[in-house]
Nanobody
Framework: QVQLVESGGGLTQAGGSLRLSCTASGRTFSGYNMGWFRQPPGKEREFVTIINWSGGTTYYTDSVKGRFTVSRDNAKNTVYLQMNSLKPEDTAVYYC???????????????WGQGTQVTVSS
């Protein structure tokens, strides 16, 4: 019932910033918790952040705390990931996702975007 389309990935230098966007189709976007995962080259996909349906509660994995900010605009059916102070180790394919749960486990996430590449050079 929900389709997610990501944009905003690209190449930047260490210390730079990127803003990812994920726009959802459907009328029930505001009823889902939304979040972001990432998969570095040669590694498993990992949790990055989650934001609740209202946007008032967020949670981040330790490696991005203080650098990344997740937000959402339910009127636009869009969730954002503002990434500042980027490091080469942030290089990954980034996926947005939707869930009915409050979980960091990807098995509990219902809908997934196609992924967008983020590359950070040293």
């Amino acid at each position: 019932q929900v389709q997610l389309v990501e944009s905003g990935g690209g190449l930047t230098q260490a210390g730079g910033s990127l803003r990812l966007s994920c726009t959802a189709s459907g009328r029930t976007f505001s009823g889902y918790n939304m979040g972001w995962f990432r998969q570095p080259p040669g590694k498993e996909r990992e949790f990055v952040t989650i934001i609740n349906w209202s946007g008032g509660t967020t949670y981040y994995t330790d490696s991005v705390k203080g650098r990344f900010t997740v937000s959402r605009d339910n009127a636009k059916n869009t969730v954002y990931l503002q990434m500042n102070s980027l490091k080469p180790e942030d290089t990954a394919v980034y996926y947005c996702a939707a869930t009915n749960a409050w979980s960091t486990s990807q098995a509990e996430w219902r809908y997934w975007g196609q992924g967008t590449q983020v590359t950070v050079s040293s």
